[in-house]
């Protein structure tokens, strides 16, 4: 199936559940926004994702997929889409809700998805199957709009927790407590930048234990050079706040990819089999895995000096300082760190 542009005037797409799932998804949509400059795009997705998209001026409307379980919600939410006028419809779920929803062009996404390596990176899938329909590939950056307002809002936020000095950011949780590198060894690590780098270290962090991880953390360093940023708040302050770091550690989890998406250098913790498919994507990254491939669930294996290692390379790398890092001393206290990583893919 080929799409023929000048017939689809509106265009349907029904998002992921997960925020770095969405944000994988974004450069397959940008190129395929851009092959349909004209065209009305509707979004439908998950609470969590649409904050990916919803103050994206890309898009004329996010709303939330308001999907019921069973055999009588799936025949409802057949008749929602089908409600909404569309010519294309883009499931990005794999579902077979193409087949019932009457457009004119309706592919469905698993079946272009069969051929390709089981290793290829998502964002990469996501490109190769919207290529499949006569998309071009303009880009292969992630996209992630950060508003004027959030990035306000972070500017005050730093000023008045009067953070003066570069900003490299933490972030020790993720849903998934099997993916997390001990809060132990993020402390290590906080205390090694702290001690050896002339920055502020910040924690991030939204559920509640990951709120109390910050505190931990931030509480255990003693020093106003930790900042705590956890809390509930949307991830556009995410974004704006990554925008500022220099560097971004941080566990396998949704705000990396946003980090990727931004631009801002990141320092990946996996398990070895989630890295091919789901790691950092076109920015600046180191990426570590337990020293054991076969023990992918021993996260404890990865050692404050490898990720500390890791974050000197990534550092030196991107030249945000002048001189090497653990080698030289920095620029002087205080002056910020202007230069932005662009994506690594134009």
Same mark, same amino acid.
């Given at each position: 199936?080929?799409?023929?542009?000048?017939?689809?005037?509106?265009?349907?797409?029904?998002?992921?559940?997960?925020?770095?799932?969405?944000?994988?998804?974004?450069?397959?949509?940008?190129?395929?926004?851009?092959?349909?400059?004209?065209?009305?795009?509707?979004?439908?997705?998950?609470?969590?994702?649409?904050?990916?998209?919803? $103050?994206?001026?890309?898009?004329?409307?996010?709303?939330?997929?308001?999907?019921?379980?069973?055999?009588?919600?799936?025949?409802?939410?057949?008749?929602?889409?089908?409600?909404?006028?569309?010519?294309?419809?883009?499931?990005? &779920?794999?579902?077979?809700?193409?087949?019932?929803?009457?457009?004119?062009?309706?592919?469905?996404? !698993?079946?272009?998805?069969?051929?390709?390596?089981?290793?290829?990176?998502?964002?990469?899938?996501?490109?190769?199957?919207?290529?499949?329909? !006569?998309?071009?590939?303009?880009?292969?950056?992630?996209?992630?709009?950060?508003?004027?307002?959030?990035?306000?809002?972070?500017?005050?936020?730093?000023?008045?927790?009067?953070?003066?000095?570069?900003?490299?950011?933490?972030?020790?949780?993720?849903?998934?407590?099997?993916?997390?590198?001990?809060?132990?060894?993020?402390?290590?690590?906080?205390?090694?930048?702290?001690?050896?780098? $002339?920055? /502020?270290?910040?924690?991030?962090?939204?559920?509640?234990?990951?709120?109390?991880?910050?505190?931990?953390?931030?509480?255990?360093?003693?020093?106003?050079?930790?900042?705590?940023?956890?809390?509930?708040?949307?991830?556009?302050?995410?974004?704006?706040?990554?925008? &500022?770091?220099?560097?971004?550690?941080?566990?396998? /989890?949704?705000?990396?990819?946003?980090?990727?998406?931004?631009?801002?250098?990141?320092?990946?913790?996996?398990?070895?089999? $989630?890295?091919?498919?789901?790691?950092?994507?076109? /920015?600046?990254?180191?990426?570590?895995?337990?020293?054991?491939?076969?023990?992918?669930?021993?996260?404890?294996?990865?050692?404050?000096?490898?990720?500390?290692?890791?974050?000197?390379?990534?550092?030196?790398?991107?030249?945000?300082?002048?001189?090497?890092?653990?080698?030289?001393?920095?620029?002087?206290? !205080?002056?910020?760190?202007?230069?932005?990583?662009?994506?690594?893919?134009?």
């Amino acid at each position: 199936m080929k799409l023929e542009a000048e017939k689809i005037k509106k265009v349907l797409i029904i998002g992921l559940s997960c925020v770095g799932d969405m944000v994988l998804a974004t450069a397959a949509l940008w190129n395929l926004r851009r092959f349909l400059p004209h065209a009305r795009f509707t979004i439908l997705a998950s609470p969590q994702a649409m904050q990916v998209l919803e $103050n994206d001026p890309l898009w004329d409307v996010v709303e939330e997929y308001k999907r019921k379980k069973g055999f009588w919600g799936r025949i409802d939410s057949a008749r929602m889409i089908r409600s909404i006028p569309h010519d294309l419809l883009i499931d990005l &779920r794999s579902s077979a809700m193409p087949l019932v929803c009457g457009a004119r062009y309706a592919p469905l996404w !698993g079946l272009r998805e069969l051929m390709l390596p089981k290793t290829m990176h998502e964002a990469e899938r996501n490109i190769c199957c919207m290529q499949t329909l !006569g998309v071009p590939v303009f880009s292969r950056r992630l996209r992630f709009f950060v508003s004027p307002a959030a990035t306000e809002q972070v500017e005050h936020e730093l000023v008045e927790k009067g953070t003066k000095f570069p900003l490299v950011l933490l972030n020790p949780g993720s849903q998934d407590p099997g993916k997390n590198w001990p809060a132990e060894k993020f402390l290590a690590l906080a205390r090694k930048i702290h001690s050896e780098l $002339n920055v /502020t270290v910040g924690i991030t962090g939204y559920a509640r234990y990951e709120r109390e991880l910050a505190g931990h953390i931030c509480e255990e360093m003693r020093s106003e050079r930790c900042i705590d940023f956890s809390g509930e708040y949307p991830i556009s302050r995410l974004g704006a706040l990554l925008e &500022r770091a220099m560097l971004f550690v941080t566990n396998d /989890t949704g705000p990396l990819h946003v980090a990727s998406a931004v631009g801002t250098p990141t320092v990946g913790l996996y398990r070895a089999k $989630n890295l091919p498919r789901f790691g950092p994507w076109g /920015t600046v990254h180191r990426s570590l895995v337990p020293s054991l491939p076969d023990d992918d669930y021993s996260m404890e294996r990865i050692s404050v000096e490898e990720v500390w290692n890791a974050c000197c390379e990534v550092l030196n790398s991107t030249g945000s300082f002048s001189g090497n890092v653990g080698t030289r001393s920095f620029r002087e206290e !205080g002056e910020k760190v202007e230069q932005r990583n662009e994506c690594a893919f134009q």
